[in-house]
């Protein structure tokens, strides 16, 4: 157990529809980033936050939004979901915003878009 | 631009022999360099890391790796596979110039018959 959770495990919608995920980071991480895996495209790297703020941000859409709230939680937001869109995403925490920390995963949230 | 190769999609090595996953990559810095584990339906796992020092690094379960700069390799190693060590391992790379951006490699399937 990593101590990373998300919530919810699995998720069904139809297109077009917006989903919110949830991860709550290991107790003392400052730092939130977001994972999208899928067959097709292996592991992409959405968005980093850190403390609150926003630090990186990789190959997310238009349509994907996310933010950490005060109490280090974050959330994924995604809209107008495609069929696409369907895929595991991963929620990640470091204790740092640096570069030579390790991450610890969170189980994933399972998206499936019918 | 930073990125990160694993040449190879899958690994097959019988038990109790030695085994190496590749990986290679490319940062305009430092690199920052990590491998990661992934069981099935679970989240990703960090095995070992380098930031800087001596060029074979030690992690967890028995792997270790060699950091190579002339080849600009990070080659995951372990002395005598295990059936157990079967699992689909990520090579990451993080630029130290001050990017906050990982890039993971697309994923090696290592496969160990017993």
Redesign the interface.
């Known amino acids: 157990d990593?101590g990373?959770t998300q919530t919810p495990k699995h998720l069904i919608t139809a297109t077009g529809q917006r989903v919110t995920l949830r991860c709550s980071p290991r107790s003392g991480d400052l730092s939130v980033?977001w994972?999208q895996q899928s067959l097709d495209q292996?592991?992409?790297?959405l968005i980093?936050y850190?403390n609150g703020e926003e630090?990186?941000k990789?190959n997310i859409l238009e349509r994907f939004s996310a933010q950490q709230f005060p109490d280090l939680h974050s959330e994924l937001n995604l809209s107008s979901l495609e069929l696409g869109d369907s895929a595991l995403y991963?929620c990640?925490s470091s204790v740092l915003?640096g570069?030579?920390n390790?991450?610890?995963?969170?189980?994933?949230t399972r998206l499936t878009v019918l | 631009a930073q990125s990160v190769a694993q040449p190879e999609d899958q690994v097959n090595v019988a038990e109790g022999n030695p085994l190496t996953v590749k990986c290679t990559y490319s940062v305009s810095g430092n690199p920052y360099l990590f491998w990661y584990v992934q069981y099935p339906n679970r989240g990703l796992q960090f095995l070992l890391k380098y930031i800087t020092g001596d060029n074979l690094v030690k992690g967890s379960y028995g792997f270790e790796a060699e950091f190579n700069k002339s080849q600009t390799s990070f080659h995951l190693k372990k002395p005598s596979a295990l059936v157990s060590d079967s699992a689909l391992y990520f090579c990451a790379v993080r630029d130290g110039s001050g990017t906050y951006k990982y890039i993971f490699g697309t994923g090696t399937r290592l496969k160990v018959l017993a």
């Not at chain 1, 390790?102 to 189980?107: C, D, L, S, T, V």
């Open positions: 990593s990373v980033y994972y292996g592991l992409q790297f980093q850190y630090r990186a990789g991963f990640a915003q570069g030579n390790e991450q610890f995963f969170g189980p994933g």
